[in-house]
């Protein structure tokens, strides 16, 4: 079948099975666009207001789907606002194709309008990146990225596209699609050793990341919890991994983690550690980090495997593979001991919870738990927010958390709820604060236009949440450009757009926001004021170890 390779490019991608693709169209990717226009009945195209949005749309499509995101642009500055959303997908591995436009391939290299080498810009935040110099090479260049977003430790793929191979005409056939590169578990050698220091452990726990959501590891992780008697905590990336309710779950540990968590990794004599990296928010200070410990490293990474802190035993492989050879060479033991000094934490943990008055962020989603549903997806931007979500959020399925982690993007929430909403089916929930939503309200138009039903709680207390802890503790109270004082009406501000949307300053204003926004037909903005001198507690302070946690605030505002 002869066909132009901008219809080559849509049938492709057709074929690998994408129903849903984000972007922004613009002139050296509108032979694409009109390719889509006549494929619009068998592919899904999302308009979003900015390029770094769709970005983010695809990641939290793939997020909530464990498929490939699929994210497309034009030359130019179209090709350099998904430089963010890129890096975001990367440093959390989150499988995602992106399609650029550029000028054509004579002009290449000519400083042409709108031509930049994207290619060059993204070769370190992708797997691998394709410039695609003829049309025959098109359909399998698609194909060969989709493979590798896929497998191993998924990523994104950055494939750009000339405007004359777009143009250009060659052969295509159909092709099933591709089939990510085959698991493997760690050799039996390194399983035999990790064996044996599971088996030789009187105070294990379990540590597990957003490999193991992706592994689909869940259920053995939990079958050797069960045998060893081990508590299990989390990165922030594992949240929703397994139900927040599970007895042996203390929650996500590191610098705002949950104190039982954070204290019993401290604590323990033995880390097994599953689709995870130690990075500097988890450890604190690494020389002194979790002392008494050794570690047994599962990840399908071989270079995770030593990277930031030394591993007794490092295992290459599958997660789920890995723990299913592993399994049956683990005793089964209790350790009450153990056991109780974990319980003890929990329990001294419980008096430091937040319990104040009034609408303090912790009631804030408390209250949203109670109309989440176990489909719904939550996302959230990068602030005070984030941590209070993942502190207090309760998750009964995977893939229903997405925020971005490694990165740190302010801006990341909205383009990501817009993305689950497709890839659930069903309405999503943004948490985000003041800082980061300005940063992404331009897509609060995306939703109102394809009536998306996206619930926003928006934690408004006027500064950079994050930010201004640090001058507190650290500078003398110079609050240097963390104060906000948005004179914004938010609320305001959704209805201009089309949207609905309330401001709320006491618990039973935000439940009765929520129970109306739960059921409006499109997107639904709470801006829920709260004090501007909240905390993140539990805190790990710079450079410091768990033994170093601050639980209260001891100093004067």
Known sequence: MLLSGSDILVKT?????????????????LNVYDSLYNHQDEINHVLT????????????????TGKVGVVISTSGPGATNLVTGIATAYLDSVPMVAIC?????????????????????????TKHNYFVGKVEDLADTIREAFKLAKSGRPGPVLIDVPKDVQVAKCDYTQQPPVVKDEAFAAK?????????????????????????ITSEAQDEMLELADKIDAPIGCSLMGLSAIPTDHPRFLGMQGMHGHFASSMAMHNADLIISLGVRFNDRVTGNRQKFARGAKIVHIDVDGSELCKTVNAACGLRGDVKLTLQQLLPLINKSEKPEWAAKVNALKEEEESYLDNREGLTPRR??????????????????VGQHQMWSAQNLVFKKPRRFASSGGLGTMGYGFGAAIGAAYGTGERSVLVTGDGSF???????????????????????????????????LLYDKHYSNSVLDNKMDFAAFAKAVGADGVTVDTPEDLDAALKTAFTAEGPYVINCMIGKDEFVLPML????????IITKLEVEL
Do not use: W
């Not at 207001?49 to 909530?64: F, K, M, W």
């Not at 039996?188 to 193991?212: D, M, S, T, V, W």
């Open 101 to 125: 436009g550029n000028v054509p391939t004579g002009q290449i290299g000519t400083d042409s309008f709108q031509e930049i080498d994207i290619t060059g810009i993204t070769l370190p935040i």
């Open 364 to 381: 804030a989603i408390m209250t949203l738990n109670k109309y989440l549903g176990e489909n719904t997806a939550v996302c959230t931007d």
């Open 438 to 472: 300005v940063m992404n309200m331009n897509e609060l138009t995306t939703a109102v236009r394809y009536h998306i039903p996206v619930v926003i709680l928006l934690l408004n207390n006027g500064v950079l949440g994050m930010v201004r802890p640090c001058p507190t």
């Open 541 to 548: 302070p710079p450079n410091g170890s768990m033994d170093d």
């Open 49 to 64: 207001a900015h390029e770094q949005g769709a970005t983010h749309a695809a990641d939290g499509y793939a997020r909530t």
């Open 13 to 29: 991608l057709i074929e690998q099975g994408c129903d849903t693709v984000f972007g922004y169209p613009g002139g050296q990717i």
């Open 188 to 212: 039996e050698l390194r399983i035999q050793e990790a064996a044996k220091y599971i088996n030789a452990c009187k105070k294990p726990l379990i540590y597990f990341g957003g490999g193991l």
